[in-house]
């Protein structure tokens, strides 16, 4: 059984930073991407960043790029995201996810964690 566990969500101010882990359990990573995709009240979920698992290529979207970075621990089976610069904005449920990868196909999710940045 799969299951991965988001943590360190919370309320910061513009400006600030975050850290999300996601710690997964149930598969063998190899092979597959892990990934981050956030969704705000009244709109999609929409990818964030991945990572394949093996060999740690990264990915990811436009509008983060440059202020969030995508890791993993692969001893600890946890892959994080580091929020830097963070704008009201990046207000959303954070979401992390395994599958295919990297912007797609996606079959395991955890249960979601909240970030609000206050201007």
């Known amino acids: 059984q799969v299951q991965l566990v988001e943590s360190g969500g919370g309320l910061v101010t513009a400006g600030d930073s975050l850290r999300l882990s996601c710690a997964a359990s149930g598969r063998t990573l190899s092979g597959y991407a892990m990934g981050w995709f956030r969704q705000a009240p009244g709109k999609e979920r929409e990818f964030v960043a991945a990572?394949?698992?093996?060999?740690?290529?990264?990915y990811y979207a436009a509008s983060v790029k440059g202020r969030f970075t995508i890791s993993r621990d692969v001893a600890k089976n946890t892959m994080y995201l580091q929020m830097n610069s963070l704008k009201p904005e990046d207000t959303a449920v954070y979401y992390c996810?395994?599958?295919?990868?990297?912007?797609?196909?996606?079959?395991?999710w955890g249960q979601g964690t909240q970030v609000t940045v206050s201007s």
């Open positions: 996810g395994t599958g295919i990868g990297p912007y797609g196909g996606y079959d395991y």
């Open positions: 990572l394949r698992w093996s060999g740690g290529s990264t």
